[in-house]
């Protein structure tokens, strides 16, 4: 098992920002790649972004596209998600997960390890 422990949700205004981050730790697998979800109340956990190992390669989801920057310190063991231009529909809960592949992939199924979760709110 891999602990990874999200911080940094917390409650902003419409058009603020926020900077998520995901803290590895324990036995972390080699070069996996990490990924950002996010679940609203009755809604399907929905893919947000994702980067690689190395960061060479990151993917967004077309809803956050412009917004959020993911990045991590592979010396940290800890990833970011750094979300601007916040919308009240981007409350959800936000999890990290870690894939054990250099591939990127954009389904939950996907991911190997995840974190218990940190709740956005944008409020209007």
């Known amino acids: 098992q891999v602990p990874l422990v999200e911080s940094g949700g917390g409650l902003v205004q419409a058009g603020g920002s926020l900077r998520l981050s995901c803290a590895a730790s324990?036995?972390?697998?080699?070069?996996?790649?990490m990924g950002w979800f996010r679940q609203a109340p009755g809604e399907e956990r929905e893919f947000v972004a994702a980067?690689?190992?190395?960061?060479?390669?990151?993917s967004y989801a077309d809803s956050v596209k412009g917004r959020c920057t993911i990045s991590r310190d592979n010396a940290k063991n800890t990833g970011y998600l750094q979300m601007n231009s916040l919308k009240p529909e981007d409350t959800a809960v936000y999890y990290c997960?870690?894939?054990?592949?250099?591939?990127?992939?954009?389904?939950?199924?996907?991911?190997?390890?995840w974190g218990q979760g940190t709740q956005v709110t944008v409020s209007s």
């Open positions: 324990g036995r972390t697998p080699s070069r996996y790649t």
């Open positions: 980067i690689t190992w190395s960061g060479a390669v990151t």
């Open positions: 997960a870690a894939r054990n592949s250099p591939v990127i992939k954009t389904t939950p199924t996907s991911y190997d390890y």
